[in-house]
């Protein structure tokens, strides 16, 4: 296997570039990728609603016991979901609400994955699905087969089958 990790490079990032950084590298060999899943996090310790030490992190103003997950595009792009904040774009060092969903009036993102066409998808509590392609989102509900109440995982199987 080749080494393509350079410190000197690594050296320049803050955390959130070494994550990008990172999660580049490993991306590029298909060797690595975890195909179905897996998405690369900073980690920190905070205490679980039991008290009990966990790693994680999250950008910006974020409450952290209200993202269910986090997850990243092809372009390095963070897609966190939120049952307060709603959906959010962590790219470029910025932090903005995700508010231009066709037909999806909660803001409260239950689920997020990317599958491996690099599509994001987005699952919410109003039954809806959204599917960003290159930064433009489709959105899905019960009229086009999904069932009736909260999104609660999205996960593409080995043929690529995605199962809401």
Known sequence: MEVNWSSAEAATLDELGLLVYRSRLLGSDSDLVNRGGGNTSIKRTVPDFRGRPVPVTLPGP???????????DPAGTFWLCSSQEGLMRWRDGALTAVTDIPGVSTRNCAYSQTDRAGRVWAGFADARVAVFTNGAAQSYWVAEGLATGDVAAIHEDRTGTMWV
């Not at 209200?66 to 990243?72: C, G």
Request: hydrophobic share 35%; no cysteine.
């Open 62 to 72: 974020v409450r952290w016991d209200r993202v269910s997950t986090i997850s990243t």
